[in-house]
């Protein structure tokens, strides 16, 4: 009998990403997927694999008990990506962020505890550590995020802890990295630059453009999540990065000359409230598990790249709407 999975946010960029390689495993059985399809999740992420027997789809909400509680009946893992994701937004307006990024993780736990699954793979991410001017972040750093999104995902991080302390339930934690790769909403850096830039728009850079990001490749994080639902430790946090630092104006203008379209596209515009300027965490705790990211950044960024530019039917309404957001 092989495992049985209920990951939810899968419909989602990273989601996604990882049913596609989990749906590849032999001793994955039943691959259950919970989402609530806000405007960031959509099937069209699942389009070719949505019709594998291994996979149920259920149209539900991780803060609602009932949603939870039917779909993690008989699961023996859990992952759960499911959240509102994207920083700009809970800049706008946190409510949701509070309701799905919390209230949803403590209904995970809550359920959690009645139904015993024998893991509980939580989605956390690199932003809980706030900016790292210099150096490299280890699991044991104190975490201090700067927007109400990194403080949404902090708050949710010490709940599992209080939850594994309190009532033992089997929680592991992923702090990953920015992931870049197909399926990515439109509103997040890379996609929304190609999906400007072949509309012959400005690409809006914000403040001086010099924020560092480290860029993990979407599917060499997927296989450090699969790896640490195998091998992980309970009650154990681990980063995952790829020590692949890049300035946002460097991603800028290496996009722009894949698509071979003019410098002058660019533009600077306004910063981002309480922009973190750099992350940077130390992933030697899971390389000791075996793990490293495989890809070559530039090779994948131009593969990345390329994707988007033939998939316009993917991206087009999306990169309307999430322009729609920036009055744009
Ligand atoms: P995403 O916004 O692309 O996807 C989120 C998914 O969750 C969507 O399918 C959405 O419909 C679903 N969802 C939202 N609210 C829900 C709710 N209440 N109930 C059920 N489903 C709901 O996000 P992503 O970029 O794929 O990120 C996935 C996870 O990884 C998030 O927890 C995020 O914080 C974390 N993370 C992302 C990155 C990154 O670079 N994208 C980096 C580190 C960590
Ligand atoms: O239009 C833009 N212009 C711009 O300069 C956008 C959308 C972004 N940026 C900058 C802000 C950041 O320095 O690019 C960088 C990346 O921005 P986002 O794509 O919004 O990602 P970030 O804020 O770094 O957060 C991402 O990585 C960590 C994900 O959205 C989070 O969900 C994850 O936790």
Redo the contacts with the bound molecule.
Sequence with gaps: MGFSILV??G?????SNFVRLLVKQDDVEHIRI?????Y??SLDNLEDILDDNKIEFVR????IADDVRNAMSDMDWVVN?????HVDRSLADASQFMR?NIE?VRTILEVARDLKPQKILH????EVYGPVLSGSVDESAILKPSSPYSAS?AAADMLCNAYLVSFDVPIIIAR????YGPY??PEKLIPRFVALAMQNKNLPLYGDGKYVRDWLYVEDNCRALLLLLRKGEIGEIYNIGASELHENIEITETLLNILDKPIELLSHTGDRPGHDRRYCVDWSKIEKLGWKPQAKFFKKFEETILWYREKVEWWNKKADEAEKFYGR
Excluded: V
């Excluded at 539900?60 to 803060?63: R, S, T, V």
């Excluded at 990506?81 to 994701?85: I, Q, R």
């Excluded at 989605?123 to 690199?126: A, M, Q, V, Y």
């Excluded at 990953?176 to 992931?179: E, G, P, T, Y």
């Design positions: 939810t946010g419909a989602g960029f990273i989601g919970l989402d609530k399809l806000t960031a999740g539900g909400d991780i803060a990506f499911a959240a509102e994701s799905t949803g989605i956390s991410t690199d995902k990953s990295a920015n992931n990515q909403y």
